[in-house]
């Protein structure tokens, strides 16, 4: 029951059932990368309080399908996240704190703002 609710809410939330052709080439990337995207969908959802069993669908509601702006800097890129009703899960999730190193930008590291509270 576990595996079907796993792969109803991938349904739901990535539209697993509206896959991009009938080649099995494109059938398979597509569902690959529909799993790839849950379990960043599950580390993300790990990380908020209160959202550890929540769907790819609610994850993307609350969190994701949001607006902003990007602003890149000598050493960082800082995403600042519009104020909506959920931002506070985000903040008490440390993620003002977070300074994570991304490689592949040439040394700079990825942080996030969010408006005051």
Do not use: Q
């Not at 960082?76 to 930008?105: K, N």
Request: aromatic share 10%; hydrophobic share 40%.
């Amino acid at each position: 029951m576990i595996i079907e609710n796993e792969l109803d809410a991938d349904i739901s939330g990535f539209g697993l059932n509206a896959l991009s052709s009938g080649l099995p080439l494109n059938v398979d990337l597509d569902t690959t990368l529909t799993v790839a995207a849950g379990n960043c969908y599950r580390l993300l959802a790990r990380t908020l309080p209160r959202y550890e069993l929540a769907t790819p669908d609610r994850i993307w509601r609350h969190f994701l399908d949001n607006t902003g702006s990007v602003t890149v800097a000598e050493d960082h890129v800082r995403v600042d996240l519009a104020l909506r009703t959920y931002t506070p899960v985000l903040i008490d999730a440390g993620f003002p704190e977070h300074d994570i190193p991304i490689p592949w930008w040439g040394g700079r590291s990825l942080r996030f703002g969010f408006p005051p509270r």
